[in-house]
């Protein structure tokens, strides 16, 4: 991953910055979906959630992989990536391996088949959405850096310490902040 200035696009991920505060984002991961000039939208990749997927949709298949929040909107919604491609019709490409969504019951029979390994989809409850000039609002405020993704990082299901392994993977600059406190008061 490189993040030499790059700018949010479909398909790039945000790395938050080590002192934010936001609840939601602080220390999180998120792959951009989709980003134009109606706005932006991504799933955090390292919030995991206790609910198990069967838990949150009725009659969904046995399936082992984690849920992850993937953001404060939609928060009653299922979202998913994945590495299916034109296996899943309907589905939308992020980027080059990479795709969301799709057809949910061509999803459910995969799954009941053995056909979909566990680092083949990531399962998400919300999003994280920005209006137009939100996230540029917030790439002026140095919330974010933005880096190029690598699809076995992304769809890596061992998320923890993905935060830190990330920002290390960009090189020495960004290698000592992900050593930073998560209260710099506590240092």
Same mark, same amino acid.
């Given at each position: ?5 790059? *700018?949010?696009? @479909?398909? !790039? ?13 602080? #220390?999180? +991961? ?21 609910? !198990? ?16 929040? $993937?953001?404060? +909107? ?9 590495? *299916? $491609?034109? =296996?899943?019709?309907?589905? /939308? &490409? /992020?980027? !080059?391996? *990479? %795709? %969301?969504? =799709? ?7 995969? /799954?009941?088949? $053995? ?6 989809? #990531? ?6 959405? %920005? ?6 609002? &917030?790439? @002026? ?6 880096? &190029?993704?690598?699809?076995? +990082? ?6 923890? =310490?993905? %935060?830190? !392994?990330? *920002?290390?993977?960009? $090189? ?16």
């Amino acid at each position: 991953m490189t993040s030499k200035k790059i *700018l949010p696009s @479909k398909g !790039k991920i945000l790395i938050a910055e080590p002192f934010m505060k936001d609840p939601y984002f602080k #220390r999180s +991961v998120v792959i951009l979906a989709d980003h134009n000039e109606q706005g932006s939208f991504g799933f955090m990749l390292n919030k995991t959630i206790e609910l !198990k997927i069967a838990d949150a949709v009725t009659g969904f298949p046995e399936y082992k992989g984690e849920l992850y929040l $993937g953001g404060p +909107v939609a928060s009653d919604q299922l979202f998913y990536i994945h590495t *299916l $491609g034109e =296996g899943l019709p309907k589905s /939308i &490409e /992020i980027t !080059k391996g *990479l %795709w %969301w969504g =799709g057809d949910f019951k061509k999803l459910t029979t995969l /799954i009941k088949n $053995g056909s979909v390994k566990q680092d083949a989809i #990531r399962f998400f409850i919300g999003y994280a959405g %920005w209006d137009p000039e939100q996230l540029k609002s &917030e790439m @002026k405020e140095k919330s974010w850096i933005v880096a &190029e993704p690598k699809l076995d +990082v992304i769809m890596n299901p061992n998320t923890t =310490g993905l %935060w830190p !392994k990330v *920002l290390k993977s960009l $090189g020495s600059d960004y290698a000592m902040m992900a050593n930073y406190p998560v209260d710099p008061q506590l240092n």
